[in-house]
């Protein structure tokens, strides 16, 4: 102020220094009001920022907690479906997996149609193909237990049939006992009758020689009749030795469809395989004995044979070319016999010779201990000489065929043998 006023200009009044001071002094205030109203300003405005912080970390609390809820279900979810790193933090399972395990269970489970597009609805359907294994395995139980019943009823026949032929054999010795016992009295009353019927002497003696021929006789048809059931039973004995060999794979699987339900073998009708053999499916991997599923035969030809795969133990390990193929009874090497009867047209008796060498079967000229089959063919219009007939002569009514049964001989009708071949 004392500055102002050494310089105001001589002559000047005091009352215009007063107004300068006055001037000066407004603008203070003014500043002064500004600076009161920017600091309330600009407290209002850090309290508001300070609530949408509170309000901010409450949002992100909310936040973290539902992240971590939906990260939870997540790994839930994963641990119960699958398809996840079992060494991850935080389970997650892989969709690109799970598609290609939905893709290849939709393959297993044929039934599943385009309507099916997740696993909530693929879980009915697999449902309802075990349940239709389960009934199918059923069955076959049922069947295994009749096909037992069976068994024990065969052999129940069988040691019928081995009592009845001991009680037989007794009886026709006791019949020769008694024979013998009875020439033996005869032969005592006989020659006690000597001294007194000696003109009869000479037709006694032909009597009791007579009745000792017809004793020899049957001791020899009996004796006989033992050996030759023995070379057959020995004769069978020696074609089932295959059974007692170590053993071993019967072919391997040509080709697998993709679908892992049909599929071709190696072996055929040369082989002896026929529709309905059932082999089981081994991985052809060294060391591997673990079964895969059953491969029936559903179709011949003379080298290899279509299959339909059944009763697959695991999805994930489907058959594939190379597995090995085992079925214990199949002998496709061992030497068979047949004897023909009838009249073969279609196919002719050459052929039916052709076809049963493809099979390892030799045809013999006649039936012995070594024939294993009986081929009857259609009714014949002349007799085994060739010599013709007024009516025709049924196979069945031949003394070939009475003696195939008398012998156990499998017979096979001629329809069998097509059907066997397909034509």
């Known amino acids: ?57 409450k949002q992100l609390a909310a936040a973290k907690v539902s992240e971590d809820a939906a990260s939870k279900q997540v790994s839930d979810i994963s641990r119960s479906f699958g398809f996840y790193d079992p060494n991850a933090p935080i389970p997650v399972a892989n ?40 009934r199918e395995v059923q069955q076959l139980k049922d069947q295994l237990a009749t096909l037992g019943t069976e068994k024990s009823t065969l052999e129940s026949a069988l040691r019928q049939a081995s009592s ?9 010795q006791k019949q020769l006992e008694d024979a013998t016992a009875a020439a033996s009295r005869e032969q005592s009353r006989l020659e006690a009758q000597i001294a007194s019927l000696k003109s009869t002497n000479a037709d006694v003696e032909n009597s009791l020689k ?25 004769e069978m004995g020696n074609k089932l030795k295959f ?57 011949t030809e003379p080298g290899r044979a279509e299959v339909m795969f059944t ?15 085992y079925n214990p009874l199949l ?20 052929e039916v010779r052709g076809l049963l060498a493809d099979l ?20 014949m219009y002349v007799d085994l000489e060739g010599n013709p007939l007024e009516e025709p002569l049924q196979p069945s009514e031949t003394g070939v065929y009475k003696d195939a049964e008398a012998k156990g001989v499998a017979i096979t009708p001629l329809k069998d043998l097509r059907a066997y071949f397909k034509f």
């Not at 003014?30 to 970390?57: H, Y």
């Not at 009745?211 to 048809?221: C, M, S």
């Not at 002998?331 to 050459?350: C, I, T």
């Open 1 to 57: 102020m004392k500055r102002i006023q050494e310089f105001a200009p001589q002559g000047a009044s005091q009352r215009g220094v007063t107004k300068v001071n006055i001037v000066w002094l407004i603008i203070l205030i003014t500043l002064l009001v500004f600076g009161l109203v920017f600091a309330f300003s600009a407290n209002s405005e850090k309290a508001d920022t300070m609530l949408r912080l509170e309000d901010a970390q």
């Open 95 to 134: 969709l690109e997996s799970a598609k290609a395990a939905f893709e290849s269970a939709k393959q297993t489970f044929s039934d599943a149609g385009v309507s099916v597009t997740d696993f909530e609805k693929l879980i009915p359907v697999a449902e309802q193909a075990y349940k239709a294994r389960t």
């Open 164 to 172: 009845a032929k001991d009680t037989q054999i007794t009886g026709l």
């Open 210 to 234: 007579v009745a000792r021929g017809e004793i020899d006789t049957q001791k020899r048809n009996l004796t006989n009749a033992t050996i030759e059931y023995q070379a057959r039973f020995t």
């Open 243 to 299: 059974l007692k060999e170590p053993e071993s794979a019967d072919g391997t699987l040509l080709a697998v469809a993709k679908s892992a339900v049909v599929g071709w073998i190696d072996i055929g009708a040369n082989q002896r395989v026929a529709a309905g053999m059932k082999f089981a499916v081994i991985s052809g991997k060294l060391g591997s004995k673990n079964v895969k599923c059953i491969a029936e035969v559903t179709k």
């Open 311 to 325: 009763k697959v133990v695991d999805q994930f390990d489907p058959p594939v070319v190379g597995d090995l193929i």
């Open 331 to 350: 002998d496709p090497k061992g030497q068979r016999n047949a004897v023909l009867v009838g009249r073969f047209s279609v196919p002719s008796e050459n």
């Open 360 to 379: 390892g079967i030799t045809v013999q000229s006649k039936l012995d201990n070594t024939t294993d089959y009986l081929v009857v063919g259609g009714e």
